[in-house]
C-alpha cells in the first residue's frame, strides 16, 4: 500500500491509534471477548527498534471478531487514516505462516481487551526473504537486525 507522507506511523501515533482501535472494539464488542493483534514488517520494527522512524500501513495477523473491522474503519475515519491503515493483507503472501503467533512476543494490551504482539527481528528477516522483496530490505537493514540480535542474545 502506498499512502501520503501526512499519514504515516511512528511509535507515537501507533501506540495512540492501538489504544483508540482498543477502546472501539471494547465498544463495540463488549468486555467479554478479547482480541489479539500480531504487528509485522514496518509497524513490528517501528515498535520495537530504533532504526526505521516510520511505516506506511499496519501489516498484522488479526485475531478479533468481526467488530475489529468496524472498529478499524471508525478509527481510520476518526483520525483521517486511509483506507488499509491496519490491515491483514500479509496473511495473503507467501511469507505468511499460521505458526507465526509462536514466533511472536509480547508488547502491549489495550484497554484490557486488545493484545498486541510483535514478531522478532530474525523471523522479520526471514520473511522478508521468504518473500523475496529484496528491494524493500537492503543490507544496511539487515546488519541492523543483525547487531539487534546480538544485543538481545547479550542480555
Not at 515498535?47 to 495477523?61: K, L, S, W
Not at 527481528?121 to 544496511?140: D, F, H, I, S, W
Amino acid at each position: 500500500m502506498s499512502f501520503d507522507n501526512e499519514k504515516v506511523f511512528t511509535k507515537k501515533n501507533l501506540d495512540l491509534y492501538l489504544r483508540e482501535l482498543a477502546k472501539e472494539f471494547r465498544r463495540l464488542n463488549g468486555k467479554n471477548m478479547p482480541a489479539e493483534i500480531i504487528l509485522i514488517g514496518g509497524a513490528a520494527i517501528v515498535a520495537n527498534y530504533g532504526f526505521r522512524d516510520m511505516t506506511a500501513d499496519i501489516d498484522a495477523v488479526i485475531r478479533a471478531s468481526s467488530a475489529m473491522k468496524d472498529a478499524i474503519n471508525r478509527v481510520g475515519d476518526k483520525y483521517g487514516l486511509p483506507n488499509g491503515w491496519l490491515n491483514g493483507d500479509f496473511m495473503l503472501t507467501s511469507s505468511y505462516s499460521p505458526r507465526l503467533a509462536e514466533f511472536s512476543e509480547y508488547y502491549k494490551t489495550f484497554s484490557n481487551i486488545v493484545t498486541v504482539r510483535t514478531i522478532r527481528a530474525e523471523y522479520l528477516v526471514a520473511m522478508k526473504l521468504c518473500a523475496g522483496r529484496q528491494y524493500k530490505m537492503t543490507c544496511p537493514t539487515y546488519l541492523v537486525f543483525s547487531q539487534s540480535m546480538r544485543k538481545r542474545e547479550s542480555l
